[in-house]
């Protein structure tokens, strides 16, 4: 990696060298001002971004290279200003690639998925496991299903219903397709959760492993299952589907693949065709997506139970009242929470930690 404009270089107490990286004023084109020094100790795949980034021609080169130093950038106080100014970046060439008939509008909308819902959680595995089966079975999204390898060939988004929400599945090619490998591990990345399908009719466990090491491969870790730190940029959430459950053979399959990932990765049963074991998948995707689902109302009014707000686990009252509005998060005093409080209408700070079906009033 090449040093330009005001980087400087510094050796830390344990040896090792960090580099103090300043903003290059180009990549802020546009924008009011370049951000001040970021922390350093970035890994050397964020400047391979970075520099892939600056070289990128069209908005979709762009994206994949900004999508690539957001997952990469560690998350911390330090880098947030950083982190929404990617954020801000991205969001402005997904609007310029929406805009731009030449590069095929279908195509450049359908190679990036905008998360909807609750959380979006991506389909990968080898082929004919069933990928797109179950997304249409789930979702009614009308994704191509064939008897023949490689029958996805676009990511193929859908809205899986789970109780009160709606939870985003993306059906995408098998991950040994032609001409995939550029954009596939983008969308892997910038997911909140993998589901890696296999087939239990073909040795199960051969193909969970093959997948985790194609994941492995792109530097994306799976959590649960063990990798040297520098080998990873970015850990991914992921349970594995067993489908065919139908089939024969395929129970017996199911309980080798359960016992060989038992309290490293969660397995789930199903058969996409006969929709068998869907409930126990919905369920399970939830858990894994780590959100819940609160209920924000004010004094004297009813809570909306149809209508859930979604936070990241561990999220607190506070977190609710600025996901209603930010002068609700500055000027709260109080909130009363019925659910998980002591007794119904605990009245709590803004720090209390919420609970999944919580219904928090927020006193202003
Ligand atoms: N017995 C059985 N067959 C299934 C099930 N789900 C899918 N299949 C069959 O498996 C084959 C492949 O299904 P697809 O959904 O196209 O598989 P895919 O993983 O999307 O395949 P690619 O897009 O090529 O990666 C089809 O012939 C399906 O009918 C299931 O639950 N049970
Ligand atoms: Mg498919």
């Known amino acids: 990696m090449r040093l330009q404009y005001k980087d400087t270089i510094r050796q830390e107490n344990d040896g090792h ?23 350093a100790n970035l890994p050397p795949q964020y400047y391979e971004a970075e520099k892939r980034y600056r070289c990128a021609k069209t908005p979709q080169e762009k994206i994949e290279a900004l999508e690539e130093m957001f997952s990469i950038m560690p998350k911390h106080k330090g880098t947030d200003r950083l982190r929404a100014e990617l954020r801000t970046k991205i969001a402005k060439f997904y609007e310029e690639a929406e805009k731009r008939p030449m ?4 195509g450049s909308l359908l190679y990036y998925v905008k998360k909807e819902g609750a959380g979006q959680a991506v389909l990968v595995g080898l082929p004919s496991t069933g990928k797109s089966q179950l997304v249409t079975t789930l979702t009614g999204a009308s994704s191509q299903v064939a008897d023949y390898p490689f029958t996805t060939q676009l990511p193929i988004p859908g809205m899986m219903e789970f109780e009160n929400i709606q939870i ?15 954009w596939l591990p983008n969308i892997v990345r910038n997911a909140d959760l993998v589901l890696i399908v296999v087939d239990l009719t073909r040795e199960p466990v051969s193909q969970a492993e093959a997948t985790i090491e194609w994941l492995a491969g792109f530097r994306i870790g799976v959590v649960g299952e063990a990798r040297r730190a520098e080998e990873v940029t970015v850990w991914k959430k992921a349970m594995i589907i067993g489908n065919k459950v139908d089939a024969a053979g395929a129970a017996e399959n199911y309980r080798t693949l ?15 065709l006969r929709a ?20 924000t109302k004010v004094p004297g009014q009813k809570p909306d139970l ?3 707000v979604v936070l990241r686990r561990g999220s607190t009252a506070l977190d609710a009242a600025e996901s209603v509005h930010k002068d609700f998060g500055r000027n709260l005093k109080y909130a009363q929470v019925w659910g998980s409080g002591k007794f119904a209408g605990q009245r709590v700070k803004r720090d209390y930690v919420l609970q999944d079906g919580d219904v928090i009033e927020l006193h202003i």
Not at 168 to 182: E, F, R
Not at 281 to 294: G, K, Y
Request: charged content about 25%; aromatic content about 8%.
């Open 168 to 182: 985003q599945l993306v059906d995408l090619p098998a991950i040994t397709a032609p001409n995939v490998s550029s």
């Open 276 to 295: 068998d074991g869907l409930e126990n998948l919905r369920r399970a995707t939830f858990r894994e997506l780590e959100v819940i689902r609160v209920y």
């Open 17 to 39: 060298y960090a580099i103090e990286y300043r903003p290059r004023p180009s990549e802020f084109e546009g924008s009011e001002s370049p951000a001040t020094a970021m922390p």
């Open 306 to 308: 149809a209508d859930p």
């Open 103 to 106: 590069v095929g509008r279908k």
């Open 258 to 272: 359960e016992s060989r990932y038992q309290g490293r990765l969660p397995t789930v049963p199903i058969s996409a």
